[in-house]
T-cell receptor
Framework: GQQVMQIPQYQHVQEGEDFTTYCNSS?????IQWYKQRPGGHPVFLIQLVKSGEVKKQKRLTFQFGEAKKNSSLHITATQTTDVGTYFC????????????FGKGTHLIIQP | GAGVSQSPRYKVAKRGQDVALRCDPISGHVSLFWYQQALGQGPEFLTY????????KSGLPSDRFFAERPEGSVSTLKIQRTQQEDSAVYLC?????????????FGSGTRLTVV
């Protein structure tokens, strides 16, 4: 099935700095979803990207889907302490399998 | 209900005990998924239901794991003869359709600790 690599695994930033996490696949993806999980919490859906080259924004968050639909990124501008957590990308496995496959996530740690 | 409800929130089991974890999805959500999440890792797919039918159980790690959703709403994940490697958070998620563009809604999970 589909596998996705997320980098970096951990990212320490000062509050107010920008943050980016990347999700890469060796095969073309039909779509990609992003989730956020706060410490001690559960994953919460952020967005789905479907089209080649698509860019979507949610306040300080910018999501991009690569032209070849093999990679995606999530960029946060001017991080705040409320952004702390783990950001996961998730894709549907190949062959019509039913469940989303999640990346290992990027843990965002913010130093005030 | 307003969200996905899971119980118990925490479960400590002695090695060899059987456990049952409950998931109450959002009313009307056809699709229900179980995931296992180890500490510091991403959720790993276990099984998928469409209504009462279990359409994919490819992620269940062994035949000690069993899931059911007999009336197409509440689901139970049962683990027999628990082992220490079963210690993890078990997440349930539901969605309106199998590949929902609005993603999955996850419950708060059950943290299982096998001692």
């Amino acid at each position: 099935g589909q596998q996705v690599m997320q980098i970096p695994q951990y990212q320490h930033v000062q509050e107010g700095e920008d943050f980016t996490t990347y999700c890469n696949s060796s095969t073309t993806l039909s779509n990609i979803q992003w989730y956020k999980q706060r410490p001690g919490g559960h994953p919460v859906f952020l967005i789905q990207l479907v089209k080649s080259g698509e860019v979507k924004k949610q306040k300080r968050l910018t999501f991009q889907f690569g032209e070849a639909k093999k990679n995606s990124s999530l960029h946060i501008t001017a991080t705040q302490t409320t952004d702390v957590g783990t950001y996961f990308c998730a894709v549907y496995s190949g062959g019509g399998a039913d469940g989303l496959t999640f990346g290992k996530g990027t843990h965002l740690i913010i130093q005030p | 209900g307003a969200g996905v409800s899971q119980s118990p929130r925490y479960k400590v089991a002695k090695r060899g005990q059987d456990v049952a974890l409950r998931c109450d999805p959002i009313s009307g959500h056809v699709s229900l998924f179980w995931y296992q999440q180890a500490l510091g890792q991403g959720p790993e797919f276990l099984t998928y239901f469409q209504n009462e039918a279990q359409l994919d159980k490819s992620g269940l790690p062994s035949d000690r794991f069993f899931a059911e959703r007999p009336e197409g709403s509440v689901s139970t994940l049962k683990i027999q003869r628990t082992q220490q490697e079963d210690s993890a958070v078990y997440l349930c998620a539901s969605s309106l359709e199998r590949r929902d563009p609005y993603g999955y809604t996850f419950g708060s999970g059950t943290r299982l600790t096998v001692v």
